[in-house]
């Protein structure tokens, strides 16, 4: 019997190859885990991922990949009116039924095997319910440094602050524990403006970040230890709890003589040494 870990990354290619590093880094310390990876097309042009998917599922044979149906989004909703976030969160909201027909299918098709973690990346927050639901265990996997995820768990903390857009605080700075004063002017495009959809989603996921039961984060404590004391004291989320947090970082992967990504943490400890 083998347990499974399923894992759900967003479809840039940037986060489908973090992800997928991370499955191997699994592997590496426990080899008789069977990897399942959720993956779908995006709305919009996010670099081709055929190839990647089709290396690693010929050389990783404890790695399977799902297609996930393909999602219509409305007329309305194009790339040249919305951030390409916001268009991705219209697929991941429109993918939970089919997530959830994924994980019941992965179940079926393993008796003998049990789902033990469903890790999925920042931007797939929403699908947090739906897997308690089947009472597997959900992970959140953080790509990005712990200063910026500082920045989203404070997230619903600065919102409830004003009811005025980042945009429109001029010459305003906003306090961030863990990290210096940003301007509120110069915050990411889509969390500009409070009445974009991209803000709105942006909201929903800070918000349903802490729900899950851990949050994985490609960093480590002697690079950014001022803003993971903040995250694990607590302080980001003054009316909640913190999910543990795992630092796995450096977490990378480099492009060897045969075209394919592979774990560079002892090429980088090499060079360090």
Do not use: W
């Amino acid at each position: 019997m083998a347990d499974i870990v399923v894992l759900y990354p967003s479809p840039a290619i940037g986060h489908l190859i973090s992800m997928v590093e991370f499955g191997k880094l699994l592997l590496t310390h426990n080899p008789s885990l069977s990897i399942h990876i959720l993956v779908f097309t995006p709305p919009y042009s996010a670099g081709s991922t055929k190839n990647y998917i089709t290396t690693v599922s010929t050389t990783i044979p404890s790695i399977t990949f799902h297609n996930l149906p393909t999602v219509t989004l409305p007329p309305s909703l194009t790339a040249a009116k919305h951030h390409h976030e916001t268009l991705t969160f219209e697929v991941l909201h429109l993918n939970i039924p089919y997530v959830h027909q994924a994980l019941l299918s992965i179940i079926a098709s393993n008796p003998t095997s049990k789902i033990i973690a469903f890790v999925m990346d920042f931007f797939c927050c929403m699908t947090i319910p739906v897997v308690r639901e089947l009472k597997i265990a959900p992970f959140v996997f953080y790509t990005s440094g712990a200063a910026v995820l500082a920045l989203f768990l404070y997230l619903p903390t600065l919102h409830n602050s004003t009811s005025e857009s980042f945009k429109d605080l001029k010459n305003t700075f906003l306090n961030i524990p863990g990290v210096p004063p940003v301007l509120a002017t110069d915050m990411v495009l889509p969390l500009l403006d409070r009445h974009d959809k991209g803000y709105d989603f942006f909201l929903q996921i800070s918000i349903n970040l802490p729900k899950s039961s851990g949050i994985i984060i490609n960093t480590f404590e002697e690079l950014e230890a001022r803003p993971l004391k903040a995250v694990t004291d607590g302080v980001c989320l003054p009316d909640g709890l913190t999910p543990p947090v795992y630092c796995i970082g450096p977490l990378t992967a480099v492009r060897d003589g045969g075209g394919d990504g592979v774990n560079d943490n002892n090429y980088m400890k090499s060079q360090l040494g």
